[in-house]
Each structure stands twice: as C-alpha cells, then as structure tokens.
C-alpha cells in the first residue's frame, strides 16, 4: 500500500478518481438550475406568506370594535325603564328592562344591536314593541357600548353568547310569560345562535343579517375597496375567517347564521332591504333556504319562516319603515300568542313615529381608513 500510494502511476488511477468518472445515479442540478428551482419554490410560497401576513393584519385592523357610549336613554322616547346587569360568562353587561303594560304578565323581547352599536341604538325598536305591548329588554354586547374593550376578536360567537345570556335574562322574569329575540346585523347573527341553544326561544326576527363569516369578510374587502379579483378574493376571504376566529377558538360552521337557521326549528322573520350595501340581499335567499330545508311543507305543525324585504330599505334604520314595525309586531304576537291580537300589535305599531335618534349615522368603523379599520390594507396588497 505504501507504494502503491507513492507511485500512483504504477498501480493504476487511485479508486477515488475511477468513481469520479463514472456516471452518477442522480442528475445533479446545475447552479443555474438550482437557482431557478429557489425562485419557483419562493414564487409558489409568496401567495401563503402573503395570506398568512393579509389575515393577521385584518384580524388586529378589523376585530375590535370603536367604542359607541350610549348617548340616549329610554326616558327620552317617555318609556320607563331600569338599568340592568346581565351575566354572561365572567362579564357583567349593562342593559336597560323596558316593561309594558304596567308591568302586567305577558310576552317580552331582548334587542341585540349589530357592530360599532349600542343599546340605545335599539331604542327606536323598544319604543314599538312596548307600544305593541311587549316587554322589552336591550343589553350592550361585550366589548361595546358601556363595557370595557376586549383584547381578543369579536365575532358572530360572541354575539350569539351575550344574546343568549340576554334571552335567560328576560324568560326568568316573573313578568314574561315567553320570550323572542330581535337582532340586528351581527346581533342579527347573535339572535339565531341563541335561538339554536335555547328551545325556550319562542321566536326571531333576524333583520339584515350576514349569512356566513367567510362572507361577511368578503363584503368587508369590497366595502374597503380592496383591489382583489373574485379569484383571490374568496380564498382569501376563507382564510382570513379561519385566522380571525383562532385567537377564541371559534370555528366558522358553529358561528354560521345559515347553521344556526338549520338548528333553529321555532318561528323566524327574516327582514332585509333591497339598498343594503353593507351585506346584500343575496345572504337572505341563503338563510331562507336553509330556515326551510328542516321544516316539511307538507306538515302543518312546522314553524312558519317569513320574509319582509324592504324596497330602498338599507343596511340599518328598517324601523323607520312602517311596513316594518307592522310586519314585526304582527309576526311577534302571533308566535308569542299576544299580549293584543296580531292585527292589533301591528296597527299599535305602526302608528309610532320611529325614527333614528342623533348620532346614530356613525360610518362603519371597520372598513374606515387609519386608525384601526382595513381600509389601510390595500397597502399589504400592492406591496
């Protein structure tokens, strides 16, 4: 070996140089190919990374609402009223009871208002209904109105809990023989989730309601006038969902308004109007085709899904429509079996002059630009 070693020529070309000239097994990329496969490998991961930085910067622009104080109270539209508290989970909510009749036994209805909103936004609501003879309750979501700000996304889920804890509220009152819930919007969505959690729920009315969260973020992005194609745009407003709703735990089918009308087998009245530009029409044919797929035309005992939609009707202020306190009051005498005959409630109803009380125009904050809304976000998309 030694020699062998010393004298390479005598004993041939050393075994390492023979396996150098053999023919690798595996073709070796060459640097120019390696480069090229680094570039596509980046390209195809550049749409996730995006995605991914896209619904982080939503979550933090778009979860937490800007803060409305209620500016009004009950006494301003001569109702009598008692400030609350309702108990949810660890919360404590600030809500007003609006008691009918004197306080005489009958049925009664919590209000749920949508986002950016407040109880006293639902007074124009409460002013009808007691009219009509209901008992009414209305209550600031969490993390709007009079309570402290949260530090986690709000969502369809937390709207659905408070109701829910609204409605448990209002049925133990030795006052209310049963109850309903009336939502608006997000508190829309809140009304059907604790109407499928609580068979004591003896009716909704669901007015401009969102049908899904994946759509809903969708109608976001085209309120805010983000530059995003259909292609890109549902996909992403998928996802998006998934990483809003991480931080509480949510999934989006549990949160869905089309689930819950599905779980939802009590009388229902959905109501939208034909301008809204916040969430079209469109999500109510969804939430009709749903509230009517579990309940068999041909059985007389199925709860009645009803509609009212509202030519020029918008997003918010339906009440100011006549058609729609009738149609409401009579909806809700009817499932609640009074406290006046059907026809009655909605001529009581209707006659009330309701209409929007000062400062209840507020844009909605979670499309608008700095600080805090997603208008901004069209940054992260050109970039």
């Known amino acids: 070996m030694r020699v062998a070693f010393r004298h390479p020529a005598s004993v041939g070309r050393p075994a390492f140089d023979t396996m150098a000239a053999m023919p690798s097994p595996v073709r070796m990329p060459t640097l120019r190919q390696a480069g090229r496969g680094t570039i596509a490998a980046a390209l195809a991961a550049a749409p996730f990374a995006f995605a991914w930085r896209f619904a982080r910067v939503y979550r933090r622009r778009a979860g937490l609402p800007r803060p409305h104080r209620p500016a009004h109270d009950p006494s301003e539209?001569?109702?009598s009223f008692e400030s609350i508290v309702v108990p949810s989970g660890e919360l404590e909510l600030p809500g007003w009871w609006i008691p009918a009749r004197d306080g005489a036994t009958g049925p009664g209805v919590i209000l749920v208002?949508?986002?950016?909103?407040?109880?006293?936004?639902?007074?124009?609501?409460?002013?009808?209904l007691h009219a009509a003879g209901f008992h009414v309750l209305t209550l600031d979501v969490r993390g709007h109105g009079a309570n402290p700000p949260e530090t986690l996304p709000i969502s369809g889920g937390e709207f659905g809990a408070d109701a829910l804890a609204g409605f448990q509220a209002l049925i133990t009152r030795p006052e209310v023989t049963a109850g309903a819930i009336l939502g608006h919007s997000m508190g829309a969505i809140g009304a059907l989730l604790a109407a499928a959690a609580d068979a004591r729920v003896a009716?909704?009315?669901a007015t401009s309601t969102p049908a899904d969260p994946a759509r809903m973020t969708r109608e976001t992005f085209r309120l805010a006038r983000l530059p995003l194609p259909d292609p890109i745009a549902y996909p992403l407003a998928w996802w998006t969902t998934r990483v809003y709703l991480e931080p509480r735990g949510h999934r989006a089918k549990d949160i869905s308004a089309v689930e819950a009308s599905r779980r939802y087998?009590?009388?229902?009245?959905f109501v939208h109007g034909t301008d809204d530009r916040?969430?079209?029409a469109s999500h109510l044919e969804r939430l009709v085709a749903a509230a009517r797929s579990v309940r068999p035309l041909d059985d007389s005992r199925s709860?009645?899904?009803?509609?009212?939609?509202?030519p020029t009707g918008q997003h918010s202020w339906l009440y100011e429509f006549p058609a729609y306190r009738a149609a409401v009051a009579r909806f809700l005498a009817t499932a609640l079996d009074g406290p006046y005959p059907a026809d009655q409630a909605a001529a009581l109803a209707e006659?009330?002059?309701?209409?929007?009380?000062?400062d209840t125009a507020a844009r909605f904050g979670a499309v608008d630009a700095e600080p805090g809304?997603?208008?901004?976000?069209?940054?992260?998309?050109?970039?």
């Open 113 to 128: 208002h949508g986002w950016e909103s407040a109880r006293d936004r639902t007074l124009p609501n409460a002013w009808f």
């Open 77 to 79: 539209l001569g109702l």
């Open 278 to 280: 916040v969430v079209p």
């Open 303 to 310: 709860s009645p899904v009803e509609t009212l939609i509202l």
């Open 265 to 269: 087998h009590g009388p229902v009245l």
């Open 203 to 205: 009716a909704v009315v």
């Open 351 to 358: 006659a009330v002059p309701a209409a929007r009380l000062p």
């Open 373 to 383: 809304g997603i208008r901004s976000l069209v940054g992260v998309v050109r970039r």
